[in-house]
C-alpha cells in the first residue's frame, strides 16, 4: 500500500460547481498535510497548509484534515477555468529541518466555462 | 521577485554526458530540496539540505551529487547520464519553524531530456 493515496481523475466539472479532491494515507506519524495546485510545465504552488486534524478556509479553498480516517480533502466553491490543473497532495511527519514531502500522484481537474 | 529559481530550465542531453542544475533561493529560506517529478507526475524526494548539512539521501544513484556552498543555493549534479534520467528536476526550500513545520516553495523545475 502506498504511503499516499490520491484519484489521479481526471476531473472534469462545469463553472461554477464545487469540486472535492481527496487523499488517503497509511502513516500515523504524518502531522503536516498540505495542498499544492501546479499548471501544466510549472512549479508546485502551495495553496493549503494544515497542522493535525481541523479545517483551514482561504477564499474559496477549504482545506480539511481528518486524522482519525487518514483522510484529507480540498474542496474548491465556485469553481473557475482558471483552476484548471493537477492538484497535489502532501504531507510529512513532524521532524527536523529537511524532512520530505509524500506526494499523492495529483488529481486533474478541468473547468470549462 | 522573491522566489526559488532554477537554471536552465530545459536541458537536452546525449547518454553518457555530465551535466549540472543550479538552484537560488532569495527567500532567507535555511533548507533546500531537490524532487524528481517523474512521467506520470509522481514527485519524489531525493536530497535536503540543512545550512549546507546534507540530511536526506534517498535511495538515488550515486551518479547524482547534491552540493550545496551556501544556505541559498543547491545544485544538483549529474554523471554519465541515462536514458531513465529523463524527468522534470524541481528544487524547493524552507524555512525551520518552531513547532517543526514543513511549509516548501517550488522552483519552476528543469526539464531533462536524455537521449
Known amino acids: 500500500q502506498k504511503e499516499v493515496e490520491q484519484d489521479p481523475g481526471p476531473l472534469s466539472v462545469p463553472e461554477g460547481a464545487i469540486v472535492s479532491l481527496n487523499c488517503t494515507y497509511s502513516?500515523?506519524?504524518?502531522?503536516?498535510f498540505m495542498w499544492y495546485r501546479q499548471y501544466s510545465r510549472k512549479g508546485p504552488e502551495l495553496l493549503m497548509y494544515?497542522?493535525?486534524?481541523g479545517n483551514k478556509e482561504d477564499g474559496r479553498f477549504t482545506a480539511q484534515v481528518d486524522k482519525s480516517s487518514k483522510y484529507i480533502s480540498l474542496f474548491i466553491r465556485d469553481s473557475q477555468p482558471s483552476d484548471s490543473a493537477t492538484y497535489l497532495c502532501a504531507m510529512s511527519k513532524w521532524g527536523q529541518a529537511g524532512t520530505a514531502l509524500i506526494f499523492g500522484k495529483g488529481t486533474t481537474l478541468s473547468v470549462s466555462s | 521577485d522573491t522566489a526559488v529559481s532554477q537554471t536552465p530550465k530545459y536541458l537536452v542531453t546525449q547518454m553518457g554526458n555530465d551535466k549540472s542544475i543550479k538552484c537560488e533561493q532569495n527567500l532567507g529560506h535555511d533548507t533546500m530540496y531537490w524532487y524528481k517529478q517523474d512521467s506520470k507526475k509522481f514527485l519524489k524526494i531525493m536530497f535536503s539540505?540543512?545550512?549546507?548539512?546534507?540530511?536526506i539521501n534517498e535511495t538515488v544513484p550515486n551518479r547524482f551529487s547534491p552540493k550545496s556552498p551556501d544556505k541559498a543555493h543547491l545544485n544538483l549534479h549529474i554523471n554519465s547520464l541515462e536514458l531513465g534520467d529523463s524527468a522534470v528536476y524541481f528544487c524547493?526550500?524552507?524555512?525551520?519553524?518552531?513547532?517543526?513545520?514543513?511549509?516548501?516553495?517550488f522552483g519552476p523545475g528543469t526539464r531533462l531530456t536524455v537521449l
Open positions: 539540505y540543512n545550512n549546507k548539512e546534507l540530511i
Open positions: 502513516n500515523s506519524a504524518f502531522q503536516y
Open positions: 524547493a526550500s524552507s524555512l525551520r519553524r518552531a513547532g517543526g513545520s514543513n511549509e516548501q516553495f
Open positions: 494544515t497542522y493535525s486534524s
